[in-house]
């Protein structure tokens, strides 16, 4: 298939492919679509038909649930069985914005969507374009990231492109994603708030609402294979580059002194501050402890280290707080959970 690329850089390029992508979402296609998070693959959520063929183009386990994304509550409560108070709060809240509350889901959900669950994700992405797409389609619309299963997410539609093209009906090209790693994944299902993946939005925002609110162990854990989790997207390889990356926990100092002695044909990866100390050439997070900055660069660094070669690749572990636990999430999972302290 031809994949037909659209930009949304002005106002009316905004409207004209908004237009254009709700066309193709009516008609049961694909169009991949940028967010404030990542850029999504979108298709109608209410049409089976249509969001089998994301599982298809992305290579996608069938197991995984899609998050669905809507223009405000009235439309996530026509998809829910029960919108609980906390979900009307968070998203008072946090939305738009980098956050998807797992509800129980009503019949109109197909099965393709919530993976043989009785819950679903849904979230109300910070971005006109996509926003206007739904409003245009007049239906939800279900959208992982628009990445090939297990490669880092898309941050950019060029991104989008190396995966996807010619598997899919379009991209829209919205420039590069704000956030840069996914949305907090929020179950608000049960009795007590739980975080199954952490996002810009944290744990410690989450509890000015929901004080009892905490975060699931899987997200720091290595579920295996086969083993039932509370988020099936955990259990899987994920955001990996070719290159084997290694997370190195420890000091300022003691990154700097390992990396400087690390093998001259390995890439580096840190921040600001650790470059300034090194005689070698570093891939830029941002400035050190800044993970909100960290967060938006990680995904298109972890291509690049493919793009230019590097079969190996040092990164410095993030602190586990604030939106350090996102990125902490992102890349004991891009390392394959391989991670050593330097003496
Ligand atoms: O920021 C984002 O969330 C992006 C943009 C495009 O909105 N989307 C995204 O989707 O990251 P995806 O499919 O790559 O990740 C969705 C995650 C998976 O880990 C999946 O297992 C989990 O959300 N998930 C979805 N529905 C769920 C449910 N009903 N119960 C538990 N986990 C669910
Ligand atoms: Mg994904």
């Known amino acids: 298939m031809q994949t037909v690329y659209m930009s949304a850089a002005t106002e009316q390029e905004e409207e004209k492919s908004s237009l254009a992508a709700a066309k193709i979402?009516?008609?049961g296609g694909l169009c991949?679509?940028?967010t404030e998070t990542v850029y999504g693959l979108g298709a109608n959520a209410l049409d089976a038909a249509a969001v089998a063929k994301i599982f298809a183009a992305k290579g996608r386990p069938q197991d995984n649930p899609l998050i669905v994304h809507v223009n405000g509550m009235k439309m996530a409560e026509s998809l829910a069985a029960h919108?609980?108070?906390i979900a009307y709060k968070l998203s008072e809240a946090f939305w738009p914005g980098p956050l998807t509350l797992i509800m129980k889901k009503n019949a109109v959900i197909p099965d393709e969507v919530s993976c043989g669950l009785d819950t679903v994700g849904i979230r109300m992405p910070d971005n006109s374009l996509f926003l206007k797409t739904i409003t245009n389609a007049g239906v939800p619309i279900a959208a992982p990231s628009a990445n090939t299963s297990g490669k880092p997410s898309p941050t950019s539609a060029k991104h989008v492109a190396d995966d996807l093209d010619g598997k899919i009906d379009a991209v829209i090209d919205g420039g590069s994603c704000r956030v840069g790693i996914?949305?907090?994944v929020l179950n608000v299902a049960g009795n007590i708030p739980v975080i199954l993946r952490p996002g810009a939005v944290t744990i410690e925002?989450?509890?000015?609402y929901a004080p009892d609110a905490y975060v699931s162990e899987s997200v720091l854990r290595d579920a295996r294979e086969g083993e039932k989790t509370p988020s099936p997207g955990m259990k899987y390889k994920h955001y990996s580059p070719?290159?084997?990356i290694v997370l190195v926990d420890g000091d300022r100092s003691a990154f700097v002194r390992f990396a400087a002695a690390a093998e001259p044909n390995a890439a580096i990866v840190c921040s600001e501050e650790e470059a300034a100390e090194l005689c070698r050439p570093c891939f830029i997070m941002g400035s050190e402890g800044d993970y909100t900055a960290q967060a938006a660069r990680?995904?298109?660094?972890l291509r690049k280290i493919d793009d230019e070669g590097f079969t190996k690749a040092y990164i410095r572990a993030p602190q586990k707080d604030g939106v350090g636990l996102a990125l902490y999430n992102r890349l004991i999972r891009a390392a394959a959970f391989n991670i050593i302290t330097p003496d």
């Open 205 to 208: 925002d989450i509890r000015k």
């Open 83 to 85: 919108v609980p108070d």
């Open 25 to 27: 979402i009516r008609s």
């Open 32 to 34: 991949a679509l940028p």
């Open 182 to 184: 996914e949305s907090t």
């Open 298 to 301: 990680l995904f298109a660094i």
């Open 242 to 244: 070719n290159a084997d």
